[in-house]
């Protein structure tokens, strides 16, 4: 438990396990006291044994204790317990904590700005995941099942040094692409089949989060290539208006708009696009947002409104911008040439001064890119 305490200036303090050779031998290494200050930047450790009287004791002449209230269930009997010991201390002259405060407003929102060692280690994240997918398109082949390919992406993050991915891994081939959570991958690849991967990795307490759609036999039917290359187009039109100034939502109104336009110049969805936009058909194929903030978790803390308006991009901020189309074949009313094609392309994108910086980049992403780079990897085999 670390505890910051601010009175004429800060003081930090850590509790944490003190050393223990026999518990060690069974469960591990243990930092222990004497090394906690030095190794994790703090001024004062104490031993968790101690966590009760020490916390009593900080928590003299205290106005506010700061807490998570995404966590409060967990806090409050213990700060309850505290203030109300502190209270029996007044004839003492002892004062006790008279506000309990929420802190997750205030670490969110710094989360939410990167700093400059965060953005290197956000780089490396999204560069080690970039690795992982260009390793799982390097072994896909129709008759290959979708956890073999799941352990070369997650092989590939783990050699650069990853310690774990950053959220499960999906791959999904053919159908399977239509289910966006689907992370089972056990089914067997198919030739013809579309594969969609989205996997990320972590990195020094960062999470990368790429999807990549590509042909399981290197080559795009001309359905799936039209599909694919209109997807692609409203995730470049949504990058390209991520800069500072410009709020949250339009990314997801953008890549609506061509992804609709699209539709309707396919003859998929019928109909004006204004009405088609404002009554929301394209749900029927694209359900889920455009993006979410990135950093230490996938889906990253961090507000997307204030006052009921969306937030304006600032500089070190972190987004996915992520469209899909997906039409399994229980969309009987369409022709079978569109079923069971699930496509989404996903990059991580910074926002810096004057615009904005692609962290993902390394990937082949257009049809004829990506057809150039599996034929490479083919003859490699
Ligand atoms: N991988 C989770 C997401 O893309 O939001
Ligand atoms: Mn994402
Ligand atoms: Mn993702």
């Not at 073999?148 to 991915?165: D, K, M």
Request: net charge negative; with cysteine; aromatic share 8%.
């Amino acid at each position: 438990m670390l505890v910051l305490l601010k009175k004429e200036s800060l003081v930090t303090h850590l509790f944490l396990r003190p050393k223990d050779p026999e518990q060690e031998t069974w469960q591990g290494r243990r930092l222990g006291l004497e090394s906690a200050c030095e190794a994790l930047s703090i001024d004062q450790a104490w031993s968790v044994d101690e966590l009760d009287e020490g916390v009593l004791e900080l928590l003299e002449n205290i106005e506010s204790v700061y807490f998570s209230f995404s966590q409060i269930s967990e806090w409050l009997d213990p700060v309850s317990d505290w203030i109300g010991r502190l209270k029996q201390k007044v004839r003492q002259g002892i004062s006790a904590p008279n506000k309990m405060c929420d802190l997750d407003d205030i670490l969110h929102e710094q989360r939410l700005f990167k700093s400059a060692e965060e953005i290197s280690r956000m780089r490396q994240a999204a560069q080690i995941s970039v690795k992982g997918h260009l390793a799982a398109m390097a072994t896909v082949l129709p008759g290959k099942f979708e956890f073999q390919v799941q352990a070369e992406l997650e092989a590939a993050f783990v050699r650069e040094g990853s310690p774990r991915v950053a959220f499960s891994s999906i791959v999904a081939g053919g159908h399977n692409a239509c289910i966006l959570h689907y992370t089972e991958n056990r089914d067997e690849i198919k030739n013809g089949d579309l594969v969609l991967v989205d996997a990320g990795a972590e990195w020094q307490g960062y999470a990368g989060d790429i999807t990549t759609t590509f042909p399981a036999n290197g080559k795009f039917s001309s359905s799936q290539a039209i599909l694919y290359s209109l997807v692609l187009k409203a995730q470049q039109a949504a990058i390209s208006v991520i800069q500072p100034g410009v709020a949250f939502n339009v990314v997801h109104e953008t890549s609506v708009k061509v992804l609709t336009q699209g539709l309707i110049d396919l003859g998929i969805l019928k109909g004006e696009l204004k009405t088609l936009i404002k009554n929301e058909s394209y749900k029927r194929f694209f359900m889920h947002g455009t993006g979410h903030w990135l950093g230490m978790d996938v889906h990253d803390v961090g507000a997307y409104k204030h006052n009921q308006a969306w937030r304006e991009f600032k500089p070190g901020m972190v987004v996915t911008v992520e469209p899909g189309l997906y039409i399994s074949a229980e969309h009987s009313d369409m022709d079978s040439q569109w079923h069971n094609i699930g496509i989404r392309i996903e990059d991580d994108i910074l926002v810096t001064d004057k615009g904005h910086e692609v962290l993902t980049v390394g990937l082949p992403r257009t049809v004829a890119e990506i057809e150039a780079q599996m034929s490479v990897f083919s003859a490699l085999r």
